[in-house]
């Protein structure tokens, strides 16, 4: 069974404006919040072994647990260092429950920005990586080192899909699903010349469609994305249709709240 690391919402909220989903006035309500996150926990639970990370009242994005770190090797992770400042207080509290677990933490230098998962991706045989919006490069050579794996680097070109996990996700070793809006043209070519690549139309994308939790043979999708829905359907996968509004409002939804502690 997979063990995967959640953090409930009890201190979500909108309080900052950091990515292109972000805006003061279209606040989330909280209340919807926790029973999305808790339709996703019960679907995940049934899937997987999920570990709880108890949130800090000063860190309202700390929820979105996929940008805590990389699992590095069995027992190790690469911790995420926060390109934005208002992200910066939940590094402490994430080291601190993978030390607690015992977990060895390594640490990128202050110099170079990398938000975990929410980057970096499993595929197989190697990782996928995104850079430029929040994840700087010079991350993908370290990762590499700590993963001893090839690591294909992907640049990231819209404001809106910042994070590698909100424009692309694995199916398997050979199978990825993403927007190609959200890469540049070199970058689309790496992912088509590596994989058998689905590709999802920009309005299921902006519906957060690749950001989706696969777990065997279950993809936990957002709502609202009946063509990669049928898509998927038709390659012998179970979807798993999941409300995620109020967290969309942040930039998030199923994946970016969902880390993997194994590979």
């Known amino acids: 069974m997979s063990r995967v690391l959640m953090c409930p919402p009890d201190h979500y909220a909108l309080r900052y404006e950091i990515n292109a989903w972000m805006h003061l006035d279209n606040q989330p309500d909280l209340s919807l919040a926790a029973v999305q996150w808790q339709t996703l926990f019960s679907h995940v639970q049934k899937l997987a072994q999920v570990e709880l990370l108890s949130p800090a009242p000063e860190c309202p994005d700390m929820v979105f647990t996929a940008n805590a770190g990389l699992l590095v090797s069995e027992r190790a992770v690469l911790l995420s260092r926060f390109r934005h400042p208002e992200r910066q207080p939940e590094e402490p509290h994430f080291r601190r429950w993978f030390e607690e677990h015992g977990f060895t933490v390594y640490l990128m230098p202050p110099d170079c920005a990398f938000e975990g998962e929410g ?118 996968y179970e979807v798993v249709s999941i409300p995620m509004s109020e967290f969309i409002k942040s930039g998030g939804a199923c994946k970016c709240l969902v880390m993997f502690l194994e590979r």
């Open 119 to 236: 980057d970096i991706l499993y595929a197989g045989e190697r990782y996928l990586a995104g850079y430029r919006r929040r994840t700087e490069i010079c991350a993908h050579r370290i990762a590499s080192e700590y993963l001893g794996h090839e690591v294909l680097s992907l640049e990231l070109v819209s404001d809106r899909w910042y994070h590698l996990d909100t424009a692309l996700f694995v199916l398997d070793g050979r199978t990825v699903v993403y927007y190609p809006g959200a890469f540049d043209t070199y970058a689309n070519r790496v992912i088509d010349e590596h994989f058998d690549a689905l590709h999802v139309v920009e309005e299921e994308a902006l519906r957060f469609a690749c950001n989706s939790v696969v777990i065997g043979n279950t993809v936990l999708m957002p709502e609202g994305c009946p063509l990669i829905t049928n898509l998927l359907e038709r390659r012998g």
